[in-house]
Every structure is written in structure tokens, then in C-alpha cells.
């Protein structure tokens, strides 16, 4: 059976918001490969219709949201 290798610096397992923005903050400075069970539209990334919410600094909180 033949074998097939792929050499890669980082494997991120999953193609949702993020697996893609790993990928993002890490392609400058690394080769980068995606690997995920189904095709882009079928994660919870894709449904997502409100926009994507987080706390990203101390004058923000989860409370707040
Ligand atoms: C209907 C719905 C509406 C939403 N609305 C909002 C909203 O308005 N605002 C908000 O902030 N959040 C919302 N969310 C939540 C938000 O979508 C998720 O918190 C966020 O998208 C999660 O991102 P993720 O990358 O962690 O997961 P996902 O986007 O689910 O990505 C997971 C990835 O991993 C892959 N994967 C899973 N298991 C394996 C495996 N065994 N092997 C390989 N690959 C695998 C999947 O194929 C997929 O690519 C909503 C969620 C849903 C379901």
C-alpha cells in the first residue's frame, strides 16, 4: 500500500473560526496545515449568524456580553 507523507511546522485540526484564526496569527512565521473531518460550511463557525463574541481585553467581561 503506498504511503503518502506530508511535513508541515503545524497541524491545526479543525477549520472553524478557531483553527482559522490560528492559522492566521501563525502563517507569517510558520508553515501551516489544516485538517478537518468536514467541508467548511458544516462547523458551528458557519452558523453562526450574530457575529462572532468574545472579551478581548480587561474593559470588557463576559457579564457585559
Ligand atoms: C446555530 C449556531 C449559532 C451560533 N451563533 C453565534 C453567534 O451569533 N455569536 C457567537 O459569538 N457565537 C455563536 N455560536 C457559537 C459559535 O459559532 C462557536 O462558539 C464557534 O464558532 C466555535 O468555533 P470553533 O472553531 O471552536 O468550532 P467550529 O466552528 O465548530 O469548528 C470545529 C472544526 O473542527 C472540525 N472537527 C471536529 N471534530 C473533528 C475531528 N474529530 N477531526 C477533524 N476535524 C474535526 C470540524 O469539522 C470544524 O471544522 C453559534 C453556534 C451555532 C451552532
Sequence with gaps: MPSTQHHTDILIIGSGIAG??????????????????????????YYAQGGIVAVFDQTDSIEAH
Excluded at 20 to 45: D, V
Design 20 to 45: 482559522l484564526s490560528l492559522a492566521l496569527r501563525l502563517a507569517p512565521q510558520y508553515q501551516i496545515t489544516i485538517l478537518s473531518k468536514n467541508i467548511s460550511t458544516e462547523g458551528a463557525s
